[in-house]
């Protein structure tokens, strides 16, 4: 997909220094000062407009396309400085500016016009607007939007011979297949689809127990890379990455009603703490690119806190055994080869006796272990990554999904992996793993008010165990990480009680282990899971005593 469309690299000449290639995409701190600069230039600008609007139209043949333009690019500013902090809060101001564009119709009169390139802008703008609205879930919309953009694109091929038909095509089958990737519904009363949101809400994480000593640890930074050939995606952002994005912010705060604000620009009006961990979204990455940013985010990593790094990729497998196996004897996950260059040519296929350098394997990581480091790997070969030495005694801990899925669930790997899916939405994933394709809203509550008490004594489990890693408990005081690990073991429990999970490398696993009995395996969860089971009508497909099953 053209990049252009989605992610442009600057919205205009005034915003090159801002969002163009010359400024580097990682750290927190060089590119305020460029962003401030960049909105008191539209600030001006979009108050010069409103002041002077009769003025500019009368003398000056001030077009309306014009001003919908100067709109689109503040709201493209927003949503940049969405992707640079992590505040959702920028969304909702990027959305307004989008949605205003659309209701006063200020692209209307582009299409009179014979000029191809004013219908590219007006394309741009519903490609844009769209991948906002996804972001904040607004898929009823998004239906509208796309079809809207489906009818000017039409338009659009008829009226000009162009050359970019296929590639605006495809923008369109992407945002099409995105919609449609989740494997579960959930219906109302009449039949219509409900939107359900699965970013962190007030309430939804359960409360350390008074008393409990866990580390004080905050999440500050996470690396979301993906690289799956196969994988629905909009732009550069699959479907995997899409949802443990979403797992990793708070719900907005006042979503529904900040839709009228467009016009209003004060991009200094930050939250007084960050909400969410600081995130880089790393879409098929070459390994110099993973390690810069991951350098980047590691020098600038506060006291006190944990980088998380998730990896939804190819796995890449050793092509040989050694007498000593080493961290970088088990492969791990494929990094991307198109744009890695060696003295002006492409690398050439490896000695067979040599590492994979296309690669990123477990020991690339050990440097960045002086520090808290939480890892989750989606992957084929993510048990490369159990081979973890904890060199310099800070916490860490590796999630690591399974390797091996029944023909049935693997079919569906195209529309996002089960393990992530856990990790986004337990209840979600596990009405997909028992085949249902949608749920009544009233049992999608009740299910939903079950799994909160069912998280309650997970995280009971975990604090109260007295032989679980240290690793895990130094995590569990921050809420995003505290509720992935308790995520993760509904999910280990869930797989291991299902009739179709029976190989042992269907089943997630940890680095450090988690003590199965007290945890995956603790019967009290086995209880709570055949009691949703039974729940959704679907206790057929588990075993009512998997202990002895094995």
Known sequence: CRRDVWFPDAPSACLAPCCGSDLPQYGHKQWQSYFGRTFDVYTKLWKFQQQHRQV?????????????????KIGQLYYHYYLRTSETSYLNEAFSFYSAIRQRSYYFQVNKEDRPELVVKKLRYYARYIVVCLLLNKMDLVKVLVKELSEEIEDYTQRFNTEDQLEWNLVLQEVAAFVEADPVVVLNDSNSVIVTSNRLQEG????LEQGMVVGQLVLADALIIGNYNNQVKFSELTIDMFRILQALEREPVNLATQTSKQGTLEPSEKPAKRENPHKYLLYKPTFSQLFTFLSASFKELPANSALLVYLSATGIFPTGHSDYEGPYDFGGVLTNTNRDVVNGETVQ?????????????PGDLFPFTRKPLFVIVDSANSTAYKNFTNLFGQPLVCLLSPTVYPKSVQDQSQRGSLFTLFLYSPLLAFSSVCGLSSLRQGLWERAQEFLRKVYRDIGQMITRSRTIDQA???FFGDEFLRLLLIRFVFCSAALRLH??????????????ELPKQETVESSLLQKHILELAAMLDVQSLFW???????
Do not use: T
């Open 204 to 207: 939804s994480v359960p409360p």
């Open 349 to 361: 296929k490896r000695n067979q006796a040599q590492k994979e350098m296309h690669c990123l394997h």
């Open 499 to 512: 009739k179709l999970f029976r190989e042992s490398r269907s089943f997630p696993e940890s680095y450090p």
């Open 472 to 474: 895990f408990l130094q």
């Open 544 to 550: 009512d005593d998997s202990l002895e099953a094995y």
């Open 56 to 72: 500019l139209d009368s003398r000056y043949g001030l077009k309306r396309w014009q001003i919908g333009e100067v709109a689109s």
